[in-house]
Each structure stands twice: as structure tokens, then as C-alpha cells.
């Protein structure tokens, strides 16, 4: 493995490097940074990060060796979009966020070209939707990098779609320019055995906006990480996710929002369903207020449904503020069972009770789905939920928790 760039910044970047880490921080945005896997140490599973992943379960993607050539996709035509590999010396790489943990630097590392999605403006007004799939990537350990440009004053909508086997660990950068307007939606699809760790990264210019949908209902173990800073004022984020996890299945998300400029504002909405005997989810929001973010309009939730005993729902929301004028700033996080008054009036209106609570479930996830905006992909994703709910009996563990702020 060729080691070709050397990137480091945080507090920790002129220590040596054994003694880099693992040092506490104090700040979401102290965390070390590097492009380098080997400035990394090694992954014990106790660091902060780690602490609810199931490092054995992935560790070739943390430390070993990794396919980064190029690899086979097929991608839908639209106006004004176009798809290239690209050198790692291509300025654009980088430009929206730096490597935070080991794997996300393994990638960074063995990567040979990056994958640049560039979307111009369209004159003509005319909204676009363009899908890029993945479906062979195989299960060799397998590096990938993408940068998807984004013009001034460009609208469009980006699928991601994840499907088939992959041992994938890789970083996807968002570059948005001034008022670019982009709706992206990773969905992951993958086979029961797959292994998929993410990093995204979003840089948000003045008066862009992104939605960014998460949609994972494949995998064994998907880590998929995204983080958006809101650089230029009057930017937008929402960060919306669903993800739903039957036995042994591992679905991880720690979602970080920098507010960076002026009048910025964020929502983050994560909702999850769980069922089978080790089912695991695991939720993290950290939202970041700068000191230079006056008027900052920003709330994280996260709500998980646990339908069957042997599951089980972590959610950890964070909120840093270092100003002291915002227009309002708040987290919320729930975890528990079905709801029995609406279980109640289903029941009261003939609906046998294993279909009252699949319609239950089925309206808990909707309200993320419905907003991707792609009704055909939507009604997709529908049924494949569908198809998850018909899997395994529906029953209510008594279980449940929950805290508001």
C-alpha cells in the first residue's frame, strides 16, 4: 500500500505520532484528523467512536490491506451531470472533510482514482434525477473514494444505490457552491453478509442547501457516517435517515452537523426498527454551534422501535453551543415500543392485531421515505419494507426509554 499524501490537523498534529492518540477531547471539533491510516493507532474498541461497533467483525476494513482500484457502475443519463475518474492530486478531493477515524483514513490511503460526480446548472429549470448504482463490487476488501460537485445555483437529486456483496470501507465528499440546492439519498440494499464503513462529508457554501437521506436496510455491519458543515451563510442541512435491522444485523450512524456561518439551520431526523435476536442499531448526533454561527436554527431527533425481545437500540445526541445567540437549538431521543392507543383504534376498527402493528411500523419509517421527493424509488422502498415486516412476526417487547430536550 502506497502511502501519497500526509494530511494531519487538530491539537494532536505536531505531537509525535505515538502519542497522538487516543487523547480526550473536549470539543466535537477536536477530534484528530489525518489522511494517513498508519497516523492512526490501532482500533482496541474502547475509543469513544468504536465503543458500539463490533470492531472484530470488520476489522479488515480498519487495518488491512485494500482493493482501491476503480470498479464497475452504471449511472443514469441527465442534463448537465457527468461521471469521471479522477487522480488523487485533483484539488476537489479533500476540500469537504478529512479522514476522522482509522477505516475512513484506510480508504483515504489506498484509494487509486477518485470517482467525481460533477452536476452543472440547468437553465432551463428543469429538475434532475440521476441514479448511480453498485452492484458488483464483490467480497474482497475493497477502498472507494467520490467527490460529487455541485454548481451554483444547481438543483438535482442523487441515488446512490448500494446493492449485491461488498467488504467496502470508503469516503464520499460533497462540494456545494453557492445556493446549490442537491438532494442525495445513500440507500443500502447490500447482501446479509456484506461489510460497509462510510464517511461523508458535505461543505455547504453560501445559501446551499442538502437533503441527505440514509435509507440502510442490508448489511451485516454498515457504519455509514455522515457530517455536514455549514460553512457560508444562510446554508441548509437536513439529514434524514431510516434503517431497519433484523437478527445479527449491525446498523450504525453517527451524524455530525458544524455550524460554521451565519443564520445557518439544521434538522436531523433518524427513525429505526428492530427484530430478531441481535438486531443492533446505533445512533449518534453531534451538533457543533460555532462561535461565528449568530442566529443558528438547529434539532437533532432520533426515535427507534424495538418489536421484538433480543433487540437492542442505542441513541446518544449531543449539543455543543459556543455562541450565545441562536434563534433555537434542540435534541430529542426515543426508544421503546408500540404505541397502544394507536394499536387500540386499529383494533376497534376490525384490523387484526399482527396488521395493526405492521401498519404501525409501516407509517413509523414513512415519514422519512416520503420525503426523499423520488416517488418511484419511494414506493420501492415501501415494499421492501414490507417484505422485511412479513419476515418475522411483529410482537411488542414491554421495554422502553426515552429523553427530550
Known amino acids: 500500500m502506497t502511502q501519497i499524501e500526509t494530511t494531519t490537523t487538530g491539537s494532536a498534529a505536531l505531537a509525535p505520532k505515538h502519542l497522538r492518540a487516543p487523547v480526550p477531547?473536549?470539543?466535537?471539533?477536536?477530534?484528530?484528523?489525518?489522511?494517513?491510516?498508519?497516523?492512526?493507532?490501532?482500533?482496541?474498541?474502547?475509543?469513544?467512536?468504536?465503543?458500539?461497533?463490533?470492531?472484530?467483525?470488520?476489522?479488515?476494513?480498519?487495518?488491512?490491506?485494500?482493493?482501491?482500484?476503480?470498479?464497475v457502475y452504471d449511472v443514469t443519463a441527465a442534463k448537465g451531470v457527468s461521471t469521471l475518474w479522477v487522480g488523487r492530486e485533483d484539488s476537489r478531493i479533500g476540500a469537504a472533510g478529512t479522514p476522522e477515524d482509522r477505516a475512513s483514513a484506510n480508504a483515504w490511503t489506498a484509494f487509486e482514482q477518485a470517482l467525481l460526480v460533477s452536476i452543472?446548472?440547468?437553465?432551463?429549470?428543469?429538475?434532475?434525477?440521476?441514479?448511480?448504482?453498485?452492484?458488483?463490487?464483490?467480497?474482497?476488501?475493497?477502498?472507494?473514494?467520490?467527490?460529487?460537485?455541485?454548481?451554483?445555483?444547481?438543483?438535482?437529486?442523487?441515488?446512490?444505490?448500494?446493492?449485491?456483496?461488498?467488504?467496502?470501507?470508503?469516503?464520499?465528499?460533497?462540494?456545494?457552491?453557492?445556493?446549490?440546492?442537491?438532494?442525495?439519498?445513500?440507500?443500502?440494499?447490500?447482501?446479509?453478509?456484506?461489510?460497509?464503513?462510510?464517511a461523508h462529508f458535505a461543505e455547504l457554501g453560501e445559501g446551499a442547501r442538502i437533503k441527505h437521506v440514509a435509507i440502510t436496510l442490508g448489511g451485516g455491519v454498515v457504519r455509514l457516517n455522515p457530517s455536514a458543515h455549514l460553512a457560508g451563510a444562510r446554508s441548509d442541512a437536513e439529514l434524514l435517515g431510516a434503517y431497519f435491522a433484523d437478527a445479527a444485523q449491525h446498523l450504525e450512524q453517527q451524524v455530525y452537523v458544524h455550524h460554521d456561518g451565519p443564520e445557518t439551520r439544521s434538522r436531523v431526523?433518524?427513525?429505526?426498527?428492530?427484530?430478531?435476536?441481535?438486531?443492533?442499531?446505533?445512533?449518534?448526533?453531534?451538533?457543533?454551534?460555532?462561535?461565528?454561527?449568530?442566529?443558528?436554527?438547529?434539532?437533532?431527533?432520533?426515535?427507534?422501535?424495538?418489536?421484538?425481545?433480543?433487540?437492542r437500540a442505542d441513541s446518544v445526541p449531543n449539543l455543543e453551543i459556543e455562541t450565545g445567540d441562536i434563534v433555537?437549538?434542540?435534541?430529542?431521543?426515543?426508544?421503546?415500543?408500540?404505541?397502544?392507543?394507536?394499536?387500540?383504534?386499529?383494533?376497534?376498527?376490525?384490523?387484526?392485531?399482527?396488521?395493526?402493528?405492521?401498519?404501525?411500523?409501516?407509517?413509523?419509517?414513512?415519514?422519512?421515505?416520503?420525503?426523499?421527493?423520488?416517488?418511484?424509488?419511494?414506493?420501492?422502498?415501501?415494499?421492501?419494507i414490507e417484505d422485511e415486516l412479513q419476515a418475522t412476526t411483529v410482537t411488542a417487547p414491554a421495554a422502553t426509554a426515552g429523553a427530550e430536550n
Do not use: C
Request: no cysteine; net charge negative; charged share 20%.
Open 269 to 311: 431526523t433518524y427513525k429505526g426498527a428492530l427484530q430478531g435476536q441481535g438486531a443492533r442499531t446505533v445512533w449518534i448526533g453531534d451538533v457543533l454551534i460555532g462561535p461565528k454561527a449568530v442566529a443558528t436554527d438547529t434539532y437533532e431527533q432520533n426515535r427507534n422501535l424495538v418489536l421484538t425481545d433480543g433487540a
Open 328 to 384: 433555537g437549538a434542540g435534541h430529542a431521543s426515543a426508544t421503546g415500543r408500540f404505541d397502544d392507543e394507536q394499536l387500540f383504534y386499529l383494533q376497534s376498527r376490525g384490523i387484526p392485531e399482527e396488521e395493526a402493528r405492521r401498519l404501525v411500523v409501516r407509517g413509523f419509517l414513512s415519514e422519512i421515505v416520503q420525503q426523499i421527493g423520488s416517488p418511484a424509488l419511494q414506493e420501492r422502498l415501501q415494499a421492501k
Open 120 to 198: 452543472s446548472a440547468d437553465l432551463s429549470g428543469d429538475h434532475r434525477e440521476v441514479t448511480l448504482t453498485r452492484s458488483g463490487l464483490g467480497s474482497a476488501p475493497r477502498a472507494a473514494h467520490t467527490v460529487v460537485e455541485v454548481a451554483e445555483g444547481a438543483t438535482a437529486t442523487l441515488i446512490l444505490q448500494n446493492t449485491g456483496a461488498a467488504h467496502l470501507t470508503e469516503n464520499v465528499e460533497f462540494l456545494l457552491a453557492a445556493n446549490a440546492d442537491l438532494t442525495v439519498v445513500s440507500l443500502q440494499e447490500w447482501d446479509d453478509d456484506a461489510l460497509h464503513v462510510a
Open 25 to 71: 477531547v473536549q470539543s466535537r471539533a477536536e477530534r484528530f484528523t489525518s489522511t494517513v491510516v498508519s497516523d492512526f493507532p490501532a482500533v482496541t474498541g474502547r475509543e469513544p467512536m468504536w465503543k458500539y461497533t463490533p470492531v472484530a467483525r470488520i476489522e479488515e476494513l480498519i487495518t488491512g490491506e485494500l482493493d482501491g482500484s476503480p470498479y
